[in-house]
């Protein structure tokens, strides 16, 4: 049950925060290995962008690869926040006065991070192929032409093999690792500093909300860099033998982003990614605290409905 429980709060957080993804992924491709004024700038901020995808491939656009993302967020939130509640079922991540251990959490928070983006990585690759492809008129990065969800899926598996759907899976673990130790780590002890400080008591789930604005920001800071690399990564095209044709690998990608364009491009969308992780973060884990909530009733219920029995 803490499984679909972290999958379901995923997905309805990755709906609401998709059209920014959507803006992010373009702002990362955009001026690939090209210096600073050697490129066409499509997107010069978040609301030219969005009137910019509108205009050329319609409104629909800013929801591109969104059944890749919605399945993404239900298997890689499944597996994260599955696991990490385990641990803390187990005790792993309390003192013994029942707060959280800040460098607990950080590990399993790692941890499960890692273990959730291995499973995902296939729908991260998917989803990112999709959402690149637009209009000749403001393309950026590898054009793939997929025509939709389930076609790109068979067409990555008939030119490169099961494989090929886990391309750049362990650049995915990395950077999300990174990500949801920082996230769920930040939003575990700010929430429970703000319970125990009586800071924003005035509604049942307000500390959890301003818990989780300082987890997407921790997280929007420490993850945009590797997140940068693994749209590269994840976009480019590949040989017959399914090797990218402009990186090898992770550090190959870094040293050529560094080189061509400067070390300020790793923080390439990082407003759209701000706005995609503020929301996101929000609801994921307000839904995750309700949903736990929701799910504690009904095991009580359960127990007493039981013992009358």
């Known amino acids: 049950m803490d499984f679909l429980v972290g999958g379901l709060a995923g997905v309805g957080a990755g709906f609401f925060s998709n059209p ?11 001026g690939e290995l090209r210096a600073k004024g050697q490129h066409a700038v499509h997107y010069r901020n978040i609301p030219h962008a969005m009137y910019t995808i509108v205009k050329h491939d319609g409104i629909a656009s800013l929801q591109k690869g969104l059944v890749p993302a919605l399945w993404f967020q239900l298997v890689v939130n499944g597996v994260r926040l599955g696991i ?3 641990a803390d079922n187990y005790g792993f991540l309390r003192d013994k006065t029942g707060n959280t251990v800040f460098i607990n959490s950080l590990f399993f928070g790692a941890v499960s991070g890692a273990c959730g983006a291995f499973f995902g990585s296939p729908l991260q690759l998917v989803k990112t192929q999709l959402m690149s492809y637009s209009s000749e008129k403001i393309a950026v990065g590898t054009q793939h032409a997929h025509r939709g969800f389930v076609y790109a899926t068979r067409r990555i598996y008939e030119k490169n093999g099961f494989g090929g759907l886990w391309r750049g ?16 780590a930040c939003y575990s002890v700010c929430k429970e500093w703000m319970d125990r400080n009586d800071v924003f008591q005035q509604s049942k789930y307000m500390s959890a909300f301003m818990a989780s604005n300082v987890g997407a920001i921790t997280k929007t800071v420490a ?63 307000v839904f995750w605290d309700i949903l736990k909530n929701l799910q504690q009733a009904w095991e009580t219920q359960s127990m ?4 009358h029995q």
Do not use: W
């Open 20 to 30: 920014f993804d959507v803006v992010k992924t373009r702002m990362q491709l955009q």
């Open 304 to 307: 007493v409905k039981d013992i």
């Open 169 to 184: 899976a362990h650049g995915m673990m990395i950077r999300n690792s990174i990500g949801s130790a920082s996230q769920i």
């Open 223 to 285: 993850l945009t860099p590797m997140d940068v690399i693994m749209t590269r990564l994840y976009n480019q095209g590949v040989d017959a033998q399914g090797r990218g044709v402009l990186y090898s690998g992770i550090m190959d990608c870094a040293r050529k982003i560094t080189k061509a364009e400067g070390l300020t491009a790793f923080y390439k969308g990082m407003a759209p990614s701000y706005l995609r992780q503020a929301p996101h973060t929000v609801l994921l884990l």
């Open 84 to 86: 990490y509640q385990q």
